[in-house]
């Protein structure tokens, strides 16, 4: 279970920050200054981390490599540029004398590369991500994907009677296996019991105690003889809504509505969508005992409640003993991929995202003309609200000891950088790309002062959504979404 408070502890953003935001960032830069010498762009520094600068490391064919005070992933500093527009001559000619002192034979600025090379330099920093990305997906693949070996079943209530309390097991007790092996479902459990002799050894999960093992009399029991019904079970109940006038209870398992039987959740809401407004008569097994009662389902409960204000999970009753059970989150276990399914899981994760960031443009469509309701899952956040949800996963990764929570949300993180910096936006790689094909069409450049002026407004704007996104993080921290 994520907890919520540590992970919107500052030490914890940060940490997730840290871990998350800057390797992405640093590996974007990487990717420009990898592009940049493939193309003969010439690259005066590579900074890690942003000024002031703290230390020269070293000078490696002509380029400075810097430690920077900010940790703030990093930067590349082209030949005659700045971080928005082409510098004035002057400038360009002083950085010029000085890539020739450092060893640069012909220094190319990124003006004077080839529109095909710029392209490629700019686009280099998104190349980066998205073979971070993958390369992640693909380790996350050869260490192991959950998968589902067994299920649990969750006892609601046990008679005092019965061969179970006899050996000791309690309401809220989760069984996982019987006789060192797990089960299907609720009814692959009752069959482990009616298959297993005399005796029968359940491994139990009991809250807040760690594994147990209980021997039940199978023949106690009466194994044999038992009948399994599966119906949905009462999570909880809105309080003051029909279900809580009417004195529905948690653990209730509903067995019928209007005389008609009710087996799982999708025959509920059926019956009761077809009943709205109208009264009906519920009936539940409560404690082993038949119980009825009568409502009446609304037809607009308010916000986050259904029409008769129940929370619902699948769960089975043992009518002959009074038996009723839940399913329980199900036993899953790592298992590796081969090094082909690995790339395959890591493509399918790549165009996954592809996919959602497709169907954006449809969604912000039809919000702004058709006046759909936002996705829920639909909000900008800035790094702030990223290093918050980060911070969920990184504490989640720990407790569970898996690496590839948190391997998976920098993975994420990583590609939509990528994608988001090849949007046409002035200020962002997308929107330098989209100078250079304008400059294809037309024949000539555009002005350098102009790009510049362009790319100076799309900064300005830029940080401005950033000061109103990060205020809307911190007042309505991402986290809060999640609970």
Do not use: C
């Amino acid at each position: 279970m994520f907890d919520l408070s540590a992970a919107n502890n500052p030490i914890v953003v940060i940490a997730a920050f840290l871990l998350v935001l800057i390797p992405a960032v640093f590996v974007h830069e990487l990717g420009h200054l990898i592009a940049a010498k493939l193309v003969g762009i010439t690259i005066l520094e590579f900074g890690i981390g942003m000024p002031p600068r703290l230390f020269k490391l070293f000078t490696w064919h002509g380029t400075e490599y810097t430690l920077n005070w900010l940790p703030l992933g990093g930067f590349v500093k082209p030949l005659g540029e700045d971080m928005v527009r082409q510098m004035g001559e002057e400038a360009l000619k002083s950085d010029r004398e000085l890539a020739i002192e450092r060893g640069f034979a012909k220094p190319v600025s990124v003006s004077e590369a080839k529109p095909a090379g710029r392209i490629f330099f700019m686009a280099g920093g998104a190349i980066a991500n998205f073979i971070m990305a993958f390369v992640i997906f693909v380790i996350i693949g050869l260490s192991g994907l959950p998968q589902m070996v067994g299920a649990r079943v969750e006892l609601r209530y046990i008679p005092a009677e019965s061969a179970l309390s006899t050996a000791g097991l309690q309401a809220g007790d989760v069984i996982e296996e019987v006789n060192g092996e797990y089960f299907a479902d609720a009814a692959g459990l009752l069959a482990a019991l009616q298959n297993a002799g005399n005796e029968a050894v359940l491994a139990v999960i009991r809250p807040g105690e760690t594994q147990d093992r209980f021997t039940v009399t199978v023949t106690d029991l009466d194994a044999s003889n038992l009948t399994l019904e599966t119906h949905p079970i009462i999570q909880n109940v809105a309080p003051e809504s029909p279900a809580a006038n009417a004195g529905l209870q948690r653990d209730d398992l509903v067995t019928a509505l209007n005389d008609e039987p009710v087996a799982n959740f999708e025959q509920l809401q059926a019956l009761t969508a077809a009943n709205l407004g109208q009264e009906v008569s519920l009936t539940v097994l409560r404690n082993g005992e038949t119980v009825t009662v009568t409502l009446t389902p609304r037809s607009n409960p308010p916000e986050g409640q259904g029409a008769m204000g129940i929370q619902i999970t699948s769960g089975a009753a043992v009518p002959e003993i009074g038996l009723a059970t839940a399913d329980a989150n199900p036993v899953q276990e790592l298992v590796p991929l081969t090094p082909g399914d690995s790339v395959q899981y890591g493509l399918s994760r790549i165009g996954m995202v592809l996919d959602q960031m497709a169907q954006l443009p449809v969604q912000l469509f039809n919000m702004v003309f058709n006046s759909a309701p936002p996705s829920e899952n639909m909000r900008i956040t800035s790094p702030l609200g990223i290093s918050q949800v980060g911070g969920l996963l990184l504490q989640e990764s720990i407790q569970q000891e898996r690496p590839a929570i948190i391997l998976e949300y920098i993975g994420l993180i990583s590609l939509a950088l990528g994608i988001t910096n090849l949007l046409p936006i002035p200020a962002l790689d997308g929107g330098r790309i989209l100078f250079v094909l304008i400059e294809v069409v037309r024949g000539r450049p555009i002005s350098p002062e102009r790009e510049g002026m362009v790319h100076l407004v799309g900064i300005a704007l830029l940080l401005s959504l950033m000061v109103v996104v990060v205020l809307n993080d911190i007042a309505n921290p991402l986290t809060d979404m999640l609970r």
